[in-house]
């Protein structure tokens, strides 16, 4: 995997990967060790002690009893100022402006926490591909040519072999399927190494997955999921965040939150007029 730093991270070289390489890329030291110690006191305070939280790629874990060793924690914007401060970076959103739009937004930003012990992911693709096992579902001619998707990984405890770093096939992201037994996965897959506060960015449509924690330590990153403005969100954040922070949004945020795209609206209460085009 490709590795950048924050002062060589050029977005066309980045882009360049993301679609025609190896779909991943790593920036190292993004985030402060001051920043990466208060997001992990936040997601391991909200971790502790609650009942199980909606996750995916995990039914192997279910059917063997040790969903308990993967947990989530959703709606981080409502948790802690710095999660706001991490999902619009101005490196990062440098880069998805070019990747993905000018107007792109946030599908969603939650912590994902691998116990010692903990098995790993089934091999996928990510939303709103992720469902892709079934193809018949999604429209005809459907393929990753142009991103609908980027997401980061934002890691908080070292990302090592032993620990589980995030498991990929590169060059997948190159024809849009879901992955199967006969692609061998395992076999071709590198993993997305790193350190705390570094930060691993993909196109969601490589095939990836997260890896067993045989370590004696937690694994944990704060995952975010970008889109285009017209996709529809995986997380419905707005409805999940007070009305203070709505009205105390800055232009990022409210671009990340879909507050500047009015879709879907009930056109017949809409205010009369001409709306869209050039002029």
């Known amino acids: 995997m490709k590795r950048f730093t924050a002062q060589t991270a050029d977005p066309d070289t980045i882009i360049q990967e993301l679609l025609h390489?190896?779909?991943?890329?790593?920036?190292?030291?993004?985030?402060?060790?001051?920043?990466?110690?208060?997001?992990?006191?936040?997601?391991?305070?909200?971790?502790?002690?609650?009942?199980?939280?909606v996750t995916h790629f995990q039914g192997a874990a279910a059917e063997e009893g040790k969903i308990n060793l993967q947990r989530r924690v959703w709606n981080l914007l409502a948790k802690g100022e710095v999660f706001?401060?991490?999902?619009?970076?101005?490196?990062?959103?440098?880069?998805?402006?070019?990747?993905?739009?000018?107007?792109?937004?946030?599908?969603?930003?939650?912590?994902?926490?691998?116990?010692?012990?903990?098995?790993?992911?089934?091999?996928?693709v990510d939303y709103p591909y992720w469902d892709f096992h079934k193809p018949e579902t999604h429209p005809v001619g459907f393929?990753?040519?142009?991103?609908m998707n980027a997401q980061v990984s934002v890691i908080l405890d070292p990302f090592t072999a032993e620990s589980g770093a995030t498991a990929y096939v590169p060059g997948s992201q190159k024809e849009l399927r879901y992955p199967t037994a006969e692609d061998r996965f395992y076999e071709r897959c590198e993993q997305m190494l790193g350190e705390p506060g570094d930060v691993a960015l993909f196109y969601g449509v490589?095939?990836?997955?997260?890896?067993?924690?045989?370590?004696?330590h937690d694994r944990s990153a704060i995952l975010i999921q970008y889109l285009p403005k017209w996709v529809k969100p995986m997380e419905d954040m707005p409805a999940a965040l007070p009305q203070t922070f709505l009205d105390a949004a800055n232009p990022d945020m409210?671009?990340?939150?879909?507050l500047n795209y009015p879709y879907p609206e009930v056109l017949d209460a809409a205010r009369a007029g001409n709306t869209e085009g050039r002029a």
């Open 254 to 258: 409210r671009q990340l939150l879909g």
């Open 143 to 147: 393929n990753g040519s142009f991103p």
């Open 84 to 124: 706001s401060r991490m999902a619009a970076h101005p490196v990062l959103m440098d880069i998805l402006r070019k990747f993905l739009g000018t107007e792109f937004i946030m599908g969603s930003i939650a912590a994902n926490r691998i116990l010692p012990g903990g098995p790993g992911q089934e091999p996928h």
């Open 21 to 53: 390489g190896g779909g991943a890329v790593a920036i190292s030291g993004l985030f402060s060790p001051e920043d990466v110690a208060e997001a992990r006191a936040i997601v391991m305070a909200h971790s502790e002690n609650e009942g199980e939280k």
């Open 206 to 216: 490589t095939w990836h997955c997260a890896m067993p924690n045989r370590a004696d």
